[in-house]
């Protein structure tokens, strides 16, 4: 697939990764339907897309809402006319123990309400969101492409059993999307990114920064426009379905 002139949607968009997804295709001529509920930073997001000559316009959107998703890919299929790539980037982090002990007494645990926010943003958006996308895909019968943000915690993370949990789920998903829908046209894909120089990792003192670099072989994060150079590989390549490209510097779980 040609990235010009294409419509490519992104959940998430307003910052990290998912912004430099928004600029990198601009750059290349794709008109960019932003998604996020950061009102304030999509904008600014949205407007750095136009002012590299592409249409763009941002939609303020909770991916863990059926109506809300319903809605907002109706009005990018409306306002833009197509509907070419959805990349579901769209994410929280709640990171905490499933228990917690202290001189061998519990003294906390992973509440439900972690548990829960994470899988229905990380997990359940993405599902709605590839649906909702999937089923535009067909009606105008065009094919087109899917990507997923998966994680290198996917394989577990201590701390993170809601992260890890959803994140298997999403690369999974790949899957089964890339069997179900290439009868259409529709390609699926994801990437598990490994630690990324995002705001959170950015935030971080240097000592504990460091201590995150030490196990990666390339002793370095990686970049937001590192993780937007192998979705731009997903897109162009039209034999590339139903896998999930690892970009974590060498780091393992």
């Given at each position: 697939m040609k990235i010009k002139d294409k419509t490519i949607v992104i959940t998430g968009a307003a910052r990290g990764i998912g912004r430099a997804l928004a600029v990198r295709f601009a750059g290349q001529g794709a008109h960019i339907a932003l998604l996020d509920m950061n009102a304030a930073d999509l904008a600014a997001a949205t407007q750095q897309c136009i002012d590299l000559g592409v249409?763009?316009?941002?939609?303020?959107?909770?991916?863990?809402?059926?109506?809300?998703?319903?809605?907002?890919?109706?009005?990018?299929?409306?306002?833009?006319?197509?509907?070419?790539?959805?990349?579901?980037?769209?994410?929280?982090?709640?990171?905490?123990?499933?228990?917690?002990?202290?001189?061998?007494?519990?003294?906390?645990?992973?509440?439900?309400?972690?548990?829960?926010?994470?899988?229905?943003?990380?997990?359940?958006?993405?599902?709605?969101?590839?649906?909702?996308?999937?089923?535009?895909?067909?009606?105008?019968?065009?094919?087109?492409?899917?990507?997923?943000?998966?994680?290198?915690?996917?394989?577990?993370?201590?701390?993170?059993?809601?992260y890890a949990a959803a994140k298997s789920g999403v690369a999974s998903m790949t899957v089964v999307w890339a069997k179900e829908l290439a009868r259409y046209g529709i390609r699926v894909g994801s990437i598990a990114p490994g630690f990324t120089h995002t705001d959170i990792l950015a935030a971080m003192k240097p000592e504990v920064l460091e201590k995150v670099i030490a196990p990666v072989p390339l002793k370095r994060l990686g970049q937001p426009d590192e993780i937007a150079h192998a979705a731009q590989f997903i897109i162009e390549n039209d034999f590339f379905t139903g896998r999930c490209v690892d970009l974590d510097g060498g780091l393992r779980l």
């Open positions: 249409r763009a316009k941002a939609y303020t959107v909770d991916v863990a809402r059926e109506a809300d998703v319903a809605a907002a890919l109706d009005a990018v299929v409306r306002e833009f006319g197509s509907l070419d790539v959805i990349i579901n980037n769209a994410g929280i982090v709640k990171d905490a123990l499933l228990i917690k002990v202290k001189d061998g007494d519990v003294v906390g645990k992973m509440s439900l309400e972690q548990w829960r926010a994470v899988i229905d943003v990380n997990l359940t958006g993405v599902f709605l969101c590839a649906r909702e996308a999937a089923e535009r895909m067909i009606k105008l019968a065009k094919g087109g492409v899917i990507i997923n943000i998966s994680s290198i915690s996917r394989h577990g993370n201590a701390g993170q059993s809601n």
